[in-house]
């Protein structure tokens, strides 16, 4: 793009930025009736910002009493009875409720009682969410400073330490107690991801599935009982895989499924799976390590074979958020990886050798993006 062409793109977007951080054009918006309303809804775009840490603790707090639970299970309650119930002095009982229905996540009821909003009412039985919410504090810790972060001088490191292979220059020797925290969250929050996996692509087609990162093997156990017929496999750090084998003999599926124990930066894949998955797997890593992952992969794959990959990808229409700021924060408090677009992902594809590389269509984009990638 010429300078030219490149000064006349911006002339628009130059001329909007002089005109929105003008006091006077401001002052004028809010009394124009018909921009007021366009003034007041940036307004409170730019309050959630400022305020969206405030807005996360009270629904931490909500997690941590049990609150929706409760709400679910004896229905709506005064203050007085939830302040006994949770052990709260009554006004500390209310201003977590009066926060919480301005937040949808509790709504006011008949007769001075309260029970569940829209969004409390989709956390009721949500482990994986509730998982999530309380695995935050890490990382608001890390967050603390984020210009600081942002040097690469973080004044703390609690992503770093529940996460310990990302610092680990030899992961594979990591003991199983150092990574029992981080493997039970991704136990917890698997269900997400399966679920979507399952509903999108169907399992049956294959013979033998090759779960790579596959921690303690959920979503192997959920895949074994969508496709009866598929052999199983778990390629995992060897302080994980023994949760995996352990789920797979409570499940009683050790017949089926499997687990093997590798770093597989250094250890080669096993060999043969007409089907690898990888999910929430690439994200966590750089390029060159990506690069590396999807090229053993590859190798591994039997001939004919697939790749389902599966990620929160970046610039996800509706969630762009998510991407480029929520995980891009995240993954560099944790010390590594990085989020990516399809288009980025297609890239490394390609690199790495694969064929054609298809996007399937999830129910929810904003928990899971899925490509379908062709051996080649």
Known sequence: MSTAQAHWSDAPLAWRDRLLSSAGFRRWAEAFVPTRWIARRRAAALFDLLAGFVYSQVLLACVQLRLFDLLAAQGPLTLAALAQRLSLPLAGTERLVLAAVSLRLLDARSESRYGLGALGAAMVGNTAVAAMVEHHG???????????LLRGEPASAQLAGFWPYAGSA????????????????????????????????????????????????????????????LQLQVFDLPGVVVRARERFERAGLAARCSAVGGDFFSDALPPGADLITLLRVVHDHDDAQVLMLLRAVRQALAAGGRLLLAEPLAETPGAEAMGHAYFGFYLMAMGQGRPRSEARLRELAMQAGFGRVRRLRTRMPLQTGLLLLDRG
Do not use: N, T, W
């Open 138 to 148: 890490a990382l608001y810790r890390d967050l603390a400073d984020p210009v600081a």
């Open 170 to 229: 030899a992961p594979g020797g990591l003991p199983a107690p150092q990574l029992a925290a981080y493997s039970a969250l991704m136990a917890a929050s698997q269900p997400l991801v399966a679920e979507q996996v399952l509903q999108a692509y169907p399992l049956r087609r294959h013979r033998r599935l090759l779960d790579v990162g596959g921690g303690d093997g959920a979503f192997a156990c959920a895949a074994a009982a969508h496709a009866p017929g």
